[in-house]
């Protein structure tokens, strides 16, 4: 049973930073792709990064040289470090995994990701 449970979304002033937390059970992402999307009320989820088993990253362009995507396999967790975050930035943020590592070639496909968790909400004023 694979589960993917989200932590470090809350309430934050623009300019400020955020660390966000993704701890699996039921896989290891030291050999499973992870990726970060995102959704706000009314918009379409967006793709913001993905990492694969050997450590490539890709990501979106609105997030490009704020946020950094990372994984700690000895925790099994990925982290979606948030930097320097504007009040656009506010979305429910969702972390996904998927054995298919060609799901990394583009970060739009963060959300065909197989398995995702509950979400944590992002709230920058």
């Known amino acids: 049973h694979v589960q993917l449970v989200e932590s470090g979304g809350g309430e934050v002033q623009a300019g400020g930073s955020l660390r966000l937390s993704c701890t699996a059970s039921?896989?290891?992402?030291?050999?499973?792709?992870g990726a970060w999307f995102r959704q706000a009320p009314g918009k379409e989820s967006e793709g913001l990064a993905t990492?694969?088993?050997?450590?490539?990253?890709i990501y979106a362009d609105s997030v490009k040289g704020r946020f950094t995507i990372s994984t700690d396999n000895a925790r099994n967790t990925l982290y979606l470090q948030m930097d320097n975050l504007k009040v656009e930035d506010t979305a429910m943020y969702y972390c996904?995994?998927?054995?298919?590592?060609?799901?990394?070639?583009?970060?739009?496909?963060?959300?065909?990701?197989?398995?995702r968790g509950q979400g944590t909400q992002v709230t920058v004023s």
């Open positions: 039921g896989l290891t992402f030291a050999t499973y792709a």
């Open positions: 996904a995994a998927d054995s298919r590592p060609w799901l990394c070639y583009s970060v739009s496909a963060a959300r065909d990701f197989g398995y």
């Open positions: 990492i694969d088993s050997d450590g490539s990253e």
